[in-house]
């Protein structure tokens, strides 16, 4: 449990449930042993982050951080990721000649958040607010390969990628699908990371598979990769 104390007891109690939530899934006894909070006072408090959406149960009944928690974060970062992404998805779109695209996860889904177009020609759009499937496609394949183990576990049913792939993927940074999303499609992107290094976005170019070819990350994946870090360089400005 963390020893600095802001003076207000209760919210001190409330947010060291949220900080051991952090890590995992937890029992109420898991919860108690963690913070050193006395029974009743954890499950009354881990009832009342549940009725305001920060804290969740899984199926097992332990006690998760809730999608409250995740709307907040998500807040506090989206407006400066999407201020930055314009211009830098534009200039890569400008760079690889092909449309560019910010995704976010939101459940078993990824949107895209952001867009610059190729100008004229054969392209994929995706507009903004696209609600896209986890399961195919190269910003998929990064949106879950650094999760948990049990996430990219339950990630991979049904999914058109192996478990190979996001390991390939993590290992070289970076992320391309051929037909997978879409037939005739091509795509390559790379992570968005928060502050604390957890993968919060990813950038994407997609375009015909006439175009880009059967190994699209050979000519794209360095300017996409370059893209992605940008932004996660401005992330970390304070």
Same mark, same amino acid.
């Given at each position: 449990m963390n020893t600095k104390n802001s003076g207000v007891g209760v919210l001190d109690k409330a947010v060291s449930i949220l900080s051991t939530l952090? *890590? !995992?899934?937890?029992?109420?006894?898991?919860?108690? #042993?963690?913070?050193?909070? @006395?029974?009743?006072? +954890?499950?009354?408090?881990?009832?009342?982050?549940?009725f305001h959406r920060l804290v969740a149960r899984d199926l097992t009944g332990r006690f998760v951080l809730g999608p409250r928690s995740?709307?907040?974060?998500?807040? *506090? !970062?989206?407006?400066r990721l999407l201020a930055?992404? #314009?211009?830098?998805?534009? @200039?890569?779109?400008? +760079?690889?000649?092909?449309s560019a695209q910010l995704y976010r996860r939101q459940g078993d889904l990824r949107i895209c958040v952001a867009?610059?177009?190729r100008l004229s020609g054969l392209r994929d759009s995706v507009p903004v607010g696209a609600a896209l499937t986890m399961h195919a496609g190269s910003a998929a394949q990064i949106l879950l390969?650094?999760?948990?183990?049990?996430?990219?576990?339950?990630?991979?049913?049904?999914?058109?990628?192996?478990?190979?792939?996001?390991?390939?993927?993590r290992r070289r940074?970076?992320?391309?699908?051929?037909?997978?999303?879409?037939?005739?499609?091509?795509?390559?992107s790379a992570p968005v990371?928060?502050?604390n290094g957890k993968v919060i976005a990813a950038v994407s170019i997609s375009g015909p598979i006439e175009r880009l070819g059967?190994?699209?990350?050979?000519?794209h994946a360095a300017a996409v990769v370059a893209t992605a870090a940008r932004l996660t360089e401005h992330l970390a400005r304070e």
């Open positions: 952090e *890590a !995992g899934p937890h029992s109420l006894a898991e919860l108690v #042993a963690a913070t050193g909070i @006395a029974r009743p006072t +954890a499950h009354r408090l881990a009832v009342a982050l549940e995740g709307e907040l974060g998500a807040a *506090a !970062g989206e407006d930055a992404a #314009a211009p830098a998805l534009a @200039a890569l779109r400008d +760079a690889t000649g092909e867009v610059a177009e390969a650094w999760e948990e183990s049990e996430k990219i576990h339950r990630g991979l049913t049904n999914a058109r990628f192996t478990a190979a792939q996001l390991s390939a993927d940074g970076w992320a391309q699908s051929v037909g997978e999303r879409e037939a005739g499609v091509a795509s390559v990371r928060a502050p059967r190994q699209p990350g050979r000519i």
